[in-house]
């Protein structure tokens, strides 16, 4: 137990030297460097897509999202989105699956950021993070599970909990109001499984968010800086930190419903995923409550 509260005291923002460079497919695969968080915006929203051995699950996702994207554009000519799609430490083609829509759409639109080695969806969400030029970020699964268009749902919360264009808010896409019809399908043990992870969950760091696993959040440019830099678990826990950080520093969290389906090939093995979540939820608690982790408003250098 002390060798688990006694590592990774700082955020992991290390990046390999090939991390910070894009592949330009139709510059004869030139590199380019990616920006910083830092930087001023230059797009409306970037939108962070991490992915693990995706290359079966990718297209559907970003055909989806590419059709509305680009629908967007036009009818709003003014509208500028760029899609950042990184590829955990993959070992299968989704690097490759990616380029594809790099070489269709143009870098502007659509970069691919692959991963010297796996991070987990945290970290991979995270890297995705740091190197956006919106002034609104999205992450969004892989999977397609969330129907991409509810995007304009979470932007509308993010209006109204949102004050300036510099102020700090987050918004969470939920599935809870499909947790009846889930629970009718579900055996007994996963069910109680998942009903005592959400009580963890409120227990021990986040209260008045029904879902926090969803992988459909939105973010100001400014909470996105704050909350990432943050960050300490690069696993399925992610979510539950950077909402537990988003309340320390009194962030407005909006949640709103969002229409979602199961997409078979899910990373996750329901029953060994829940508890080892349980348990990082456990050391989250332990390591803010010992001082072992910190929070900092004024972000450090990556």
Same mark, same amino acid.
């Given at each position: 137990? =002390? $060798?688990?509260?006694?590592?990774?005291?700082?955020?992991?923002?290390?990046?390999?030297?090939?991390?910070?460079?894009?592949?330009?497919?139709?510059?004869? $695969?030139?590199?380019?460097?990616?920006?910083?968080?830092?930087?001023?915006?230059?797009?409306?929203?970037?939108?962070?897509?991490?992915?693990?051995?995706?290359?079966?699950?990718?297209?559907?996702?970003?055909?989806?999202?590419?059709?509305?994207?680009?629908?967007?554009?036009?009818?709003?000519?003014?509208?500028?989105?760029?899609?950042?799609?990184?590829?955990? %430490?993959?070992?299968?083609?989704?690097?490759?699956?990616?380029?594809?829509?790099?070489?269709?759409? %143009?870098?502007?639109?659509?970069?691919?950021?692959?991963?010297?080695?796996?991070? %987990?969806?945290?970290?991979?969400?995270?890297?995705? @993070?740091?190197?956006?030029? $919106?002034?609104?970020?999205?992450?969004?699964?892989?999977? %397609? /599970?969330?129907?991409?268009?509810?995007?304009?749902?979470?932007?509308?919360?993010?209006?109204?909990?949102?004050?300036?264009?510099?102020? @700090? /808010?987050?918004?969470?896409?939920?599935?809870?109001?499909?947790?009846?019809?889930?629970?009718?399908?579900?055996?007994?043990?996963?069910?109680?499984?998942?009903?005592?992870?959400?009580?963890?969950?409120? *227990?021990?760091?986040?209260? $008045?968010?029904?879902?926090?696993?969803?992988?459909?959040?939105? *973010?100001?440019?400014?909470?996105?800086?704050?909350?990432?830099?943050?960050?300490?678990?690069?696993?399925? /826990?992610?979510?539950?930190?950077?909402?537990? =950080?988003?309340?320390?520093?009194?962030?407005? #969290?909006?949640?709103?419903? =969002?229409?979602?389906?199961?997409?078979?090939?899910?990373? #996750?093995?329901?029953?060994?995923?829940?508890?080892?979540?349980?348990?990082?939820?456990?050391?989250?608690?332990?390591?803010?409550?010992?001082?072992?982790?910190?929070?900092?408003?004024?972000?450090?250098?990556?």
């Amino acid at each position: 137990m =002390i $060798g688990l509260l006694m590592t990774s005291f700082l955020p992991d923002l290390t990046r390999h030297e090939s991390e910070k460079y894009y592949t330009d497919p139709k510059q004869g $695969g030139t590199r380019q460097l990616f920006p910083c968080i830092r930087d001023r915006p230059t797009l409306d929203l970037s939108v962070i897509v991490p992915a693990y051995n995706e290359q079966d699950r990718l297209p559907a996702m970003m055909n989806e999202a590419m059709e509305y994207l680009e629908q967007r554009q036009e009818k709003d000519k003014s509208f500028k989105y760029e899609i950042i799609i990184v590829d955990d %430490g993959s070992t299968d083609k989704t690097s490759e699956v990616a380029l594809m829509y790099s070489e269709k759409y %143009g870098t502007e639109k659509v970069r691919v950021l692959t991963l010297e080695k796996n991070r %987990g969806k945290g970290g991979a969400v995270r890297m995705g @993070m740091l190197s956006a030029r $919106g002034k609104t970020l999205l992450f969004a699964d892989a999977d %397609g /599970a969330s129907t991409f268009a509810d995007v304009a749902k979470l932007e509308a919360e993010l209006e109204k909990i949102n004050t300036t264009e510099d102020s @700090m /808010a987050v918004v969470c896409g939920s599935r809870a109001h499909l947790e009846k019809e889930a629970i009718a399908t579900r055996s007994v043990f996963r069910t109680f499984l998942m009903l005592g992870f959400h009580f963890l969950v409120w *227990f021990l760091c986040v209260r $008045g968010v029904r879902d926090t696993q969803c992988g459909f959040k939105l *973010f100001t440019r400014s909470a996105a800086k704050l909350l990432f830099y943050n960050l300490h678990v690069e696993r399925w /826990a992610f979510d539950v930190e950077l909402l537990h =950080i988003a309340q320390h520093f009194k962030l407005p #969290v909006g949640e709103v419903a =969002i229409t979602w389906q199961e997409i078979e090939g899910s990373k #996750v093995t329901p029953v060994w995923s829940w508890l080892q979540m349980g348990r990082d939820l456990l050391l989250i608690r332990l390591r803010y409550l010992t001082g072992l982790w910190t929070m900092h408003r004024k972000p450090k250098n990556d």
